[in-house]
């Protein structure tokens, strides 16, 4: 069956450390998402990417980067520069829209990665 | 920029009951708008994806109603179960593709 697959589920991060979060789809989905989401708020985009080799800043994004260098690929990096990175991160995924004939898709999420600053 | 709001924020219901959750948006240029569920620790399950050109989506109990007009979409449960209790999120895209959430409504369906 086709999907999203995030891991680890559980990980934890030192002080200063920096850790990658990966995210691996196997629905031949054009675009990629990484959202953060705490108790309370909403989901909050971090950097989204719609073609190999491309990715554009998401609204909190500092803190963080990513690569896309294969289409089923996007794995998300926490560095030491993001002062508070407890939550709790999902990846997605998704068909763009090619033209004004074609109806446009949903998306797709993982089940997501547990991040937690020891 | 786009806001999407739910109300109410929690809902607590015998079971069996018909139930409503409600979703809100101030940009009323929405391309859809698509329905999802969370339970604890878990990820999002989209359960409705409606186009901007459809009023209403069906699956099993779930229905889902969009007026773009008014910006407001509904969630209806029909015959709610314990096992829908979860949170239900509303989101609409923007026009880079990208998904605004709403804050979501926890539901709690009571044995």
């Known amino acids: 069956d086709g999907g999203i697959t995030q891991s680890p589920k559980y990980l934890f991060r030192k002080e200063g450390q920096n850790v990658t979060l990966s995210c691996e789809q196997n629905?031949?989905?054009?675009?990629m998402y990484w959202y953060r989401q705490d108790p309370g708020q909403g989901l909050r985009l971090i950097y989204y990417s719609q073609i190999v080799n491309d990715f554009q800043k998401g609204d909190i994004a500092e803190g963080y980067s990513v690569s896309r260098e294969k289409k089923e690929s996007f794995p998300l990096t926490v560095t030491s520069a993001q002062k508070n990175p407890t939550a709790f991160y999902l990846c997605?995924?998704?068909?763009?829209?090619?033209?004004?004939?074609?109806?446009?898709?949903?998306?797709?999420f993982g089940s997501g990665t547990r991040l937690t600053v020891v | 920029k786009q806001e999407v709001t739910q109300i109410p924020a929690a809902l607590s219901v015998p079971e069996g009951e018909n139930l409503v959750l409600n979703c809100s948006f101030t940009?009323?240029?929405?391309?859809?708008l698509q329905w999802f569920r969370q339970d604890p620790g878990k990820g999002l399950t989209s359960l409705l994806l409606?186009?901007?050109?459809?009023r209403e989506q069906t699956s099993g109990r779930l229905n889902a109603s969009l007026d773009k007009s008014s910006g407001r979409s509904t969630l209806y449960i029909a015959a709610s179960q314990p096992g829908d209790s979860a949170t239900y999120l509303c989101?609409?895209?923007?026009?880079?593709?990208?998904?605004?959430f709403g804050t979501g409504t926890r539901l709690t369906v009571i044995p």
């Open positions: 409606i186009q901007s050109s459809q």
């Open positions: 629905l031949n989905h054009d675009a």
């Open positions: 940009d009323s240029a929405i391309y859809n």
């Open positions: 989101a609409v895209p923007t026009g880079a593709n990208n998904l605004f």
């Open positions: 997605a995924s998704s068909m763009l829209r090619l033209d004004r004939r074609t109806a446009y898709y949903g998306y797709t």
